[in-house]
């Protein structure tokens, strides 16, 4: 430690007293938490009276952590791999559709498990305004859990009945934004000053302009612009998101305070893993688009750290879908390696593996991928096939000019397509928020973008068959690539689009309701008989699950690889962690596609017992090569390096 950073951690360690392990990490830590927030707030007067305040939440959440979590806390530090080992497998579900309250989430625990989950994503949960409110990411309290759901003693009796089951709790934290209803937006309206420093709020249109004029738009056709007048306050609100989400002001210490308590308390209400939602937008700085700022990775490093301190067997995951080039910035590059978050959401992976499935070419998804950093030591991703949002095709220039694409016309293809408008397409989804010029996002669930939609309603047992050999070629490549591959609810049973979203008034106004559906637990049901659409997928997920987990190689710290099957419809990926070896083949081509041996001899894999054909069939091999049916996966396995 330098000299005045040693004399500063001398007073914190003498206020906060603790027991030795948490003295240690106060020690060891206590530069990483220091440093950025001296950097980012070192200047302000509010300053020294914040960092005495997250001083005593440190010490008051490391006291009051109860016994269990005190022993998870040391089991994690041991481990600290626990969300990146090939044993993992995440479920993403809201509470409410999933099983009405956190009570009944505890009564389908089973269900989870049968399907090999070991992490819970609940969509946001804590208590949020009336709806609309973005699917609960409009938050009036962050102490409460929405009264509908249960009640904070709720979700500390699920989190310790997961432990119970070794599956670990993630919940949302909403820190770029709180709702206009909340108790801070009430105050600064009611006239404290203290409070409207929370946000960010201008007289007149003058700065509001002068940002305006790089900055995108997230919701241009339902919440244009990206601040609203409040009549109330008589002053200019900066809303990225909706009217309703007013941002919180991170250039103020006590919102890092106030955000970093709301993350201790639920740490010691016995929640694993954080999501830290919209974290690119966290800085604001004019002439930008506002969008990964150098300070948002200090403000992460310095979250993260706080926790590590009082508890750290709780993880963060950062939810940035942006550019490739800046999405491994999340996990921690450069002076903040090691320190930022333990996952990050692979947005690009996902859009390419969509953009093969279009294509019937794995060609872009192979050289984009090719060009990224690999994922920093010690973090891995968090891999998906689709999730509650939108699918924004994170194509860029470069990346499409490398395999003779050209990027806008291949993300107008990509819409065209997946809207079920282009010649041929199989999908079955909806544009959200076109751009003129024929770009959109896409909503719909996995199911119908994969075709099984359109199998169902137009085409026959061929069709559908396809279309699940879709949905699990998709997530062979999820579960394979490296890190905690998330299944979206639904999924597993190949649920298709809601058509009954815009019934409800709250939710017409946002197509990405399309696919957040109930759970059907009558098709779940069904997940047993192999005759049914729900039997079939079902049993490929699970199928898959178990491959996973029988495949060192597949750790997260472990090499990744895209290699050249000499085909572009087949792609190739390479894995190799502990001295084990995984080649996935997996093919987007809708016809039968004649792979070289060669391929799994130059990477020192066999086309060994275990290769087989998503539904358990073994692979053919005909003379010098393998025969991949259409969208076929293989798992060939070798040794690794000694
Ligand atoms: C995240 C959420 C999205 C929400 C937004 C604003 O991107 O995933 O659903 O609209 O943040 O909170």
Redesign the pocket.
Known sequence: MRPEVRARHARAAARLGGDDAFRIRLERFFTELHDPLHALYGADQRFPAAWDALLDALGRTAAEREPDLRRLDHEREITPDWLHREQTLGYVAYADRFAGTLRGVRERLGYLEELGVTYLHLM?LLHARPEPN??G??VVDYGAVQPELGTMDDLRALAREMRERGMALCV?V?L??TAREHAWARAARAGDARRLAFYRTFPDRSEPDAYEATLPE??PDTAPGNFTWDEELGRWVWT???AY?WDLDHANPEVFVALAEVMLTLANAGVDVLRL??VPFLWKRKGTDCQNQPEVHDLLQAYRTVLRIAAPAVACKA?A?VAPRELVRYLGTGRHTGLECDLAYHNVLMALEWSALASGRADLLVRTVEAMPPAPPGAGWATYVR???DIGWAITDEDAGRVGEDARLHRRFLTAFYAGEFPGSFARGAPFQPRPGGEARINGTTASLAGLQMALEEGDDLDVDLAIRRILVLHAVAFAFGGLPLLYMGDELGMRNDTRWVEDPAHAGDS?WMHRPRMDWDAAARRRDPRTIEGRVWAGIRRLAAARRARRALHAHGLVRPVDTGDRHVLGLLREHAGERTLLLASFAAQRRPVGVRVAREHGVALGERAAEPDGRPVAVDGDTVVLEAYAHLWLDGPGER
Do not use: L, W
């Open positions: 946001p973005d699917g990411y409009a949302d909403v770029n934004h997230v919701f990225t998101f909706n989400q939602d919209a939810e879908i999730s509650h949002d990405r």
